[in-house]
């Protein structure tokens, strides 16, 4: 009978496109007895698992049914006690927003050795295929990263702070809160502010909005553009190939 060593890896599977996992998360899945595996994985990844390998959709997703993150934690340490190498498959990377400490904390209670395997975050990653520098000399120097909602469901208090500094704003899992970012960022003077909204970065339907904080709602509808989206804020977002374009033909629809 195999020896059950249990064991824990949290790797991050990147933003969608399954080439941009990196090659140690691919020895981690070829090397899992379990994997768990969130709803923003791509499954092709799956096929890199043995055979024998119990794969296990324990994913979350707004207003769908989905697997509790107290049931999720329980999984990992039963999975690891009765199978051995479990591999927590998340979008992303596991530690941004990925709810990965706090799975991490829970496995450590039980003796269980653990192990990270960070991930491409779609806050760089995304804005990164579409040419988006997040920090460019004499225009971003710095980027923040903020989650759209707080626990409670109430947009975030970080949101506004960076509204009142020059920085490139990144909001992950905010695209239910546009509305009230946009009004904050007016609110503070930033109407003109370039903002561009990614929806399912780096997949075949990839697509993406380009316009002014004033003007991207009507875009927004007008493209059909839902979750799961990214939300950029920033001068930055002028460096995309496109936004010229779209500001000139904005311009002549407004004129």
């Given at each position: 009978m195999k020896e059950i060593k249990p064991f824990v890896t949290l790797v991050g599977a990147g933003p969608g496109d399954p080439d941009l996992i990196t090659l140690k998360g691919i020895k981690a899945i070829q090397q899992a007895d379990v994997i768990l595996y969130d709803a923003l994985v791509n499954e092709e990844l799956l096929e890199l698992a043995t055979a024998d390998c119990t794969k296990i959709y324990v994913g979350k997703r707004?207003?769908?049914?989905?697997?509790?993150?107290?049931?999720?934690n329980q999984l990992l340490v039963d999975y690891a006690l009765t199978h051995g190498h479990v591999v927590r498959l998340k979008g992303g990377d596991p530690f941004v927003f990925g709810r990965g400490g706090e799975e991490i904390d829970f496995v450590r209670k039980f003796n269980i050795p653990t192990a990270v395997v960070p991930g491409l975050s779609s806050?760089?990653?995304?804005?990164?295929?579409q040419q988006i520098p997040l920090t460019y000399r004499g225009i971003s120097e710095s980027f923040w990263v903020i989650t759209g909602?707080?626990?409670a469901g109430f947009l975030s208090e970080d949101l506004y702070t960076a509204v009142n500094t020059n920085a490139t704003v990144v909001v992950l899992m905010g695209y239910a809160k546009l509305h009230q970012i946009i009004e904050l960022y007016k609110e503070n003077g930033k109407a003109d502010l370039p903002i561009a909204l990614i929806q399912n970065g780096s997949l075949p339907n990839e697509k993406i909005v380009l316009g002014r904080v004033d003007n991207i709602l009507e875009q927004a509808e007008a493209s059909a553009i839902g979750v799961p989206a990214i939300i950029v804020l920033g001068e930055v977002v002028a460096k995309h190939l496109e936004f010229e374009k779209v500001k000139e033909q904005l311009q002549f629809i407004e004129g």
């Open positions: 707004a207003e769908q049914l989905s697997t509790s993150q107290d049931q999720i806050s760089i990653s995304l804005t990164g295929l909602a707080t626990k």
